[in-house]
T-cell receptor, first 113, second 111 residues
Framework: DAGVTQSPTHLIKTRGQQVTLRCSPK?????VSWYQQALGQGPQFIFQYYEEEERQRGNFPDRFSGHQFPNYSSELNVNALLLGDSALYLC????????????FGPGTRLTVT | GQSLEQPSEVTAVEGAIVQINCTYQ??????LSWYQQHDGGAPTFLSYNALDGLEETGRFSSFLSRSDSYGYLLLQELQMKDSASYFC????????????FGSGTKLNVKP
């Protein structure tokens, strides 16, 4: 049973560019949440997708957007990258209505130069 | 706003017991989770408390007092592999798994 997978593992981008990160949830899960984790900090909630719609959002600007596909996989898009966007981006999946437990992927390390 | 406070670092010796506290102030509370994260790794789920009291899972226990907006994670019989960061996280949505995380407590276990 595959767990949560994310791609790519590492990414280096330049200020002003755009980036797309991908996530495949654990088998049987229908909800995907995205988190940003700066070095030495806890994960910060970006948003959550369920039934291909954004259901919850944290305190992040509109430069952060996402999508969920019919197979429950998800993408996180960040436009107009800033140096402060450098962080580990984590995807977490869960089964809505059944479990409070979230399974995290290994993350994508984004560096903005 | 959301505020979760936990100590930044704790050191203990192998075989000892350590308690990591978490106090929170959030708009909405539906439960408190604890996650473990080793350096370079993904957070892994440890426990969840929706009601007051103590939950025990092997060497780890978690406690919640909703009236005090306070919880703790208790680790017994510490092992070297327990050296990691531990995060408390508050569930702020009833219908969806929306969590706010604390800044984490780095636990150093010494021989």
């Amino acid at each position: 049973d595959a767990g949560v997978t994310q791609s790519p593992t590492h990414l280096i981008k330049t200020r002003g560019q755009q980036v797309t990160l991908r996530c495949s949830p654990k088998s049987g899960h229908d909800t995907v949440s995205w988190y940003q984790q700066a070095l030495g900090q806890g994960p910060q909630f970006i948003f959550q997708y369920y039934e291909e719609e954004e259901r919850q959002r944290g305190n992040f600007p509109d430069r952060f957007s996402g999508h969920q596909f019919p197979n429950y996989s998800s993408e996180l898009n960040v436009n107009a990258l800033l140096l402060g966007d450098s962080a580990l981006y984590l995807c977490a999946s869960s089964q809505t209505g059944q479990s409070y437990e979230q399974y995290f992927g290994p993350g994508t390390r984004l560096t903005v130069t | 706003g959301q505020s979760l406070e936990q100590p930044s670092e704790v050191t203990a010796v192998e075989g000892a017991i350590v308690q990591i506290n978490c106090t929170y102030q959030t708009s909405g509370f539906y439960g408190l989770s604890w996650y473990q994260q080793h350096d370079g790794g993904a957070p892994t789920f440890l426990s969840y408390n929706a009601l007051d009291g103590l939950e025990e899972t092997g060497r780890f226990s978690s406690f919640l007092s909703r009236s005090d907006s306070y919880g703790y994670l208790l680790l017994q019989e510490l092992q070297m592999k327990d050296s990691a960061s531990y995060f408390c996280a508050v569930r702020v949505s009833y219908n969806f798994n929306k969590f706010y995380f604390g800044s984490g407590t780095k636990l150093n276990v010494k021989p």
